[in-house]
């Protein structure tokens, strides 16, 4: 298939348009797009991947006055999908001012098209963040680091993301809201439907939106492997059933946020119809730098763009909403985080506070694909692709062809699962973008990995542990906010093992899955090659499977907690139940970083609950409900 051609080959036949999108997909044609993904393709291509900020911003005259670019009622950093979500309700009543800087751009025609999401993480809609070097995952993978793409986009990394909508289960919401009241199940219930506008196959009633500005779809790709995947769930007496439910654990068709085929991002949600508002102004292109604070309350954020330096106050408060990896940069560069760290790097310390020291997320062990004997399945050309595309439908309106789930936990009724199976399915040159740039695996394990497929038609299903242990962190590598921080994900690091073990008893249950009586009509086979590095280990035994999965575990981008919530006494907290920061007045977090642990879920659809429920929370207090 022709979308999926590494680099080089595309320049052969590469011209030069100059493009103009119009975000106005129906009125489009083939050729527009044809030509939109040679011209991007050729920009993924000489893509250098940034290793700091310096490439976007700098900072020409560090003792350069500010200019003062005026005064707001609230400052919000960040435009991902809470900031987006700020940026609208606190301007709704028209009674409020309000700034809003974002780094990123905005969105295109490009980006719409969600078959296109794995090339953007080789642009500039990613910030390029990589994990350190790790010892217990990511081996197999250049230099031994993890690639962890965030979105720098107005949208955040809704611009980029796979929008694969997964609430996360009652039990989170009431484990979360016991400690934190407001945050239970029942209380945050009505702002997922207040997001949401969804239109499924079928859902259970009560717990979805259809008015919200968030549209949600069954996904639109519907090859026939999805029913096999389906019926082989039902060999093994398990539920279909709507996820985001009554009850979590079971199978179904992805459901994602998608309208009509193409992303639904926070920027087309929330900024949008908010865009024109005159009590709203959003800056792109913007580096916030350091938040002001003088006498523990926060008055104003310091900026950069175009080598200039700019401040702006805001009387009522700074929100902070630059997401798991940016929140605690900016609060540590402002001098809020663990005193060691901010001493030791000669800033001058605000508030001692554990900033950064609790980043959690999922694992995935991407490496389980099955060769078949389909052959019905067409590889079509890219012009016909985008043709389906146009028309709702067909490969292009998902990411790397996810298009069915199971969730599974011990108990399957009614429990919380540990684990999801995300089914996809594809011919293996399409998959090889997937691997090769957006996860950057070796050549070597992706050749061990694929080769024995050439040609086949496979699937796989990509275990996502959802309640892991192990934690990394986030750090500040220097006190210039153009460095980027120090990711260190640090999967399978916890004691015992626990997390490694829990993944060697799903790739056996994925096995057996291969074993039932539906995946066997197609002669399902596991046809990979040993990992170069597990050689030593008896193919497929457990000591050879903890080996591959330490070569080739990820962190699959659904971080969380760098700003944890929790009550006053939890050490571990960084703002209180209100997303007010400790000790700080006039300031707040909203977004993934405050989400206290991992959830079951894909992470948008909580924080979009965070960001409306933060909005809520602000305009009580300042009286504009
Ligand atoms: C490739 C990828 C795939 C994913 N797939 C899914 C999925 O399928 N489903 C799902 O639910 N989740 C998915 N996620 C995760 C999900 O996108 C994030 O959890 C979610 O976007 C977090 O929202 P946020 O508001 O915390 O941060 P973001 O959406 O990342 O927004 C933060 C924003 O702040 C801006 N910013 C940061 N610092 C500054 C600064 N100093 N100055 C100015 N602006 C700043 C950034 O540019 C960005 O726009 C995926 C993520 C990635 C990267
Ligand atoms: C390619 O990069 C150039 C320069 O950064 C930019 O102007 C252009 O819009 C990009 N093209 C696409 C299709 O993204
Ligand atoms: C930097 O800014 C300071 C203060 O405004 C000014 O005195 C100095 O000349 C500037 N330096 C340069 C190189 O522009
Ligand atoms: C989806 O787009 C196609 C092509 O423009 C159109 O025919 C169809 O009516 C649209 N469906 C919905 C639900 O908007
Ligand atoms: C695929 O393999 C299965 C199992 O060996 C066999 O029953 C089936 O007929 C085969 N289908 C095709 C199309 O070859
Ligand atoms: C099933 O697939 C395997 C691996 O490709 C192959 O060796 C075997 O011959 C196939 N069996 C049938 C019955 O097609």
Same mark, same amino acid.
């Given at each position: ?244 439910? *009554? #009850?979590?654990?079971? @199978? ?10 193409? +992303?639904?991002? %926070? !920027? /087309? ?24 604070? *003088? #006498?523990?309350?926060? @008055? ?10 700019? +401040?702006?106050? %805001? !009387? /009522? ?309």
């Amino acid at each position: 298939m022709r979308i999926m051609i590494v680099k080089n080959k595309i320049l052969c036949f590469l011209t030069l348009f100059i493009l103009i999108p119009t975000n106005n997909v129906s009125g489009q044609s083939v050729e527009y797009y044809e030509e939109l993904l040679e011209a991007f393709l050729a920009n993924v291509s000489q893509w250098e991947q940034p290793t700091d900020s310096r490439r976007f911003f700098s900072l020409c005259n560090e003792t350069a006055k500010p200019i003062d670019h005026g005064q707001y009622d609230f400052i919000i950093v960040g435009a991902g999908v809470a900031g987006s979500v700020l940026a609208n309700r606190l301007t709704e009543s028209g009674k409020c001012k309000v700034l809003v800087l974002e780094a990123g751009q905005y969105e295109n025609d490009f980006t719409d098209v969600p078959g296109f999401a794995t090339y953007l993480v080789n642009s500039d809609f990613n910030w390029g963040y990589k994990t350190i070097p790790q010892k217990t995952s990511c081996l197999g993978m250049k230099n031994q680091q993890c690639n962890y793409p965030r979105g720098k986009a107005v949208g955040g990394s809704s611009v980029i993301n796979f929008m694969i909508y997964v609430r996360g289960n009652k039990e989170d919401f009431e484990r979360w809201g016991h400690r934190n009241p407001g945050w239970d199940y029942k209380s945050v219930l009505p702002y997922f439907r207040k997001t949401e506008n969804s239109i499924l196959d079928f859902e259970d009633p009560g717990y979805h939106g259809h008015g919200g500005p968030v549209s949600v779809e069954t996904a639109r790709y519907r090859p026939s492997i999805t029913k096999i995947f389906l019926e082989s769930a039902q060999q093994r007496g398990r539920e279909i059933l709507d996820y985001n439910g *009554r #009850d979590q654990s079971g @199978y179904s068709r992805f459901q994602i946020m998608t309208k009509n085929g193409t +992303r639904c991002s %926070a !920027s /087309k949600a929330y900024i949008q119809p908010a865009k024109n508002r005159p009590n709203l102004e959003i800056l792109d292109h913007i580096l916030g730098t350091k938040i002001l604070i *003088r #006498d523990k309350k926060a @008055y104003g954020v310091e900026f950069t763009r175009n080598c200039r330096k700019y +401040r702006a106050t %805001a !009387s /009522k408060e700074v929100i902070v909403s630059g997401g798991v990896v940016n929140s605690p940069q900016i609060l540590m560069l402002s001098g809020i985080g663990p005193r060691d760290q901010l001493e030791r790097l000669g800033i001058p310390v605000v508030e001692d506070l554990p900033v950064g020291e609790d980043f959690h997320d999922h694992v995935i062990f991407p490496a389980l694909l099955f060769s078949t004997n389909i052959t019905n399945e067409p590889e079509l050309s890219t012009g016909e692709y985008i043709s389906q595309y146009l028309n709702g439908h067909g490969l292009l309106t998902v990411v790397i062809s996810l298009t069915a789930v199971g969730f599974e936990s011990p108990k399957m009724i009614l429990s919380n699962p540990r684990s999801e199976y995300a089914f996809l399915s594809a011919y293996t040159d399409q998959a090889a973008p997937f691997y090769l740039n957006f996860m950057q695996v070796t050549q070597q394990n992706y050749d061990a990995i694929t080769q024995p497929l050439a040609g086949k038609y496979f699937w796989s299903i990509i275990p996502v542990l959802l309640h892991p242990r192990s934690t990394g962190t986030i750090k500040l590598k220097t006190r210039d906010p153009l460095d980027y921080p120090l990711l260190d994900s640090n999967l399978y690091s916890a004691r015992y093992g626990d997390d490694m073990k829990e993944m060697l008893k799903i790739i056996k249950d994925i096995f057996d899955i291969s074993r039932t009586p539906a995946f066997r009509s197609i002669n399902s086979t596991y046809v990979s090659e040993p990992l170069p590095a597990c050689t030593d280990y008896k193919f497929l035994s457990d000591d050879y499977w903890m080996c591959a999965l330490k070569q080739l575990s990820y962190p699959v981008l659904h971080g969380v907690s760098t700003c944890k919530m929790g009550p006053k006494d939890d050490r571990t907290a960084v703002v209180d139940n209100k997303l007010k920061v400790y000790g700080i007045k006039g300031l707040r977090v909203a977004d993934a970083s405050v989400i206290p642990f991992p959830l079951s879920c894909h992470p948008t659809p909580a924080v979009y609950m965070v960001g409306e429920k933060a909005s809520d929370l602000i305009r009580q207090e300042h009286g504009d409900l």
